[in-house]
């Protein structure tokens, strides 16, 4: 367990659907990211928040919308998404801020797109 | 960031030692050697972080030569439950942008 909970597990939606995921970790860290990893891809780096302010967007598509009300609390709003975006999305959170390459990931949401 | 190289997959039994080297020819002076771990349908995992020479925690032991354009993640006795996808990274330890690869696939059989 590392302190690091995401919910839901798994989610399946239409293109026209929103949803959001959830993400919670009260290890009192300051930095949380979103990544996302496709079958057969690496991890990519989508989202990241210092102390709840973002303070990176890699070119990610608007269709996904990240909020973080508090230093404990990450959220990703999902509309009209497409079927390429299936995906496990992955929330971490760093100790250290943006000066840490250890962070803690979360089990991932399983995202599939009809 | 450094590219590194590892094997795609590797093959092993329960308790056997598997080693995993891993190349950065590119490894600048600050750069730390970091490597993660992940089970399916689960998030990476931090196992251990060294810069030089030998470093060991519970989990693993991690080797790293003179010239550091190389290393080699050491799992003592693998049981069936360290099959998992493993992953070196290589960059500053203040870097929080990870450069996650495709990792090496341990398999381990009974």
């Known amino acids: 367990e590392t302190g690091v909970t995401q919910t839901p597990r798994h989610l399946v939606m239409g293109m026209t659907n929103k949803k959001s995921l959830k993400c919670e970790q009260h290890l009192g860290h300051n930095a949380m990211y979103w990544y996302k990893q496709s079958a057969k891809k690496p991890l990519e780096l989508m989202f990241v928040?210092?102390?709840?302010?973002?303070?990176e967007n890699n070119s990610v598509p608007s269709r996904f919308s990240p909020e973080c009300p508090n230093s404990s609390h990450l959220f990703l709003h999902l509309h009209t998404l497409q079927p390429e975006d299936s995906a496990l999305y992955l929330c971490a959170s760093s100790p250290r801020g943006l000066k840490d390459n250890e962070q803690f990931f979360g089990p991932g949401t399983r995202l599939t797109v009809l | 960031l450094a590219k590194t190289t590892q094997p795609i997959s590797m093959d092993s039994y329960e308790g056997q030692e598997v080693n995993i080297t891993c190349s950065h020819n590119n490894i600048a002076t600050n750069d730390y050697i970091t490597w993660y771990q992940q089970f399916p349908s689960q998030g990476p995992r931090f196992i251990i972080q060294?810069?030089?020479t030998k470093v060991t925690n519970e989990v693993a032991s991690l080797f790293i030569p003179a010239d550091r354009k190389s290393s080699t993640l050491s799992l003592p006795r693998v049981s069936l439950s360290d099959t998992a996808v493993y992953y070196c990274l290589v960059g500053e330890s203040s870097d929080y942008k990870l450069s996650f690869g495709a990792g090496t696939t341990v398999t381990v059989r009974a």
């Open positions: 060294g810069y030089k």
């Open positions: 928040y210092n102390f709840k302010e973002q303070t």
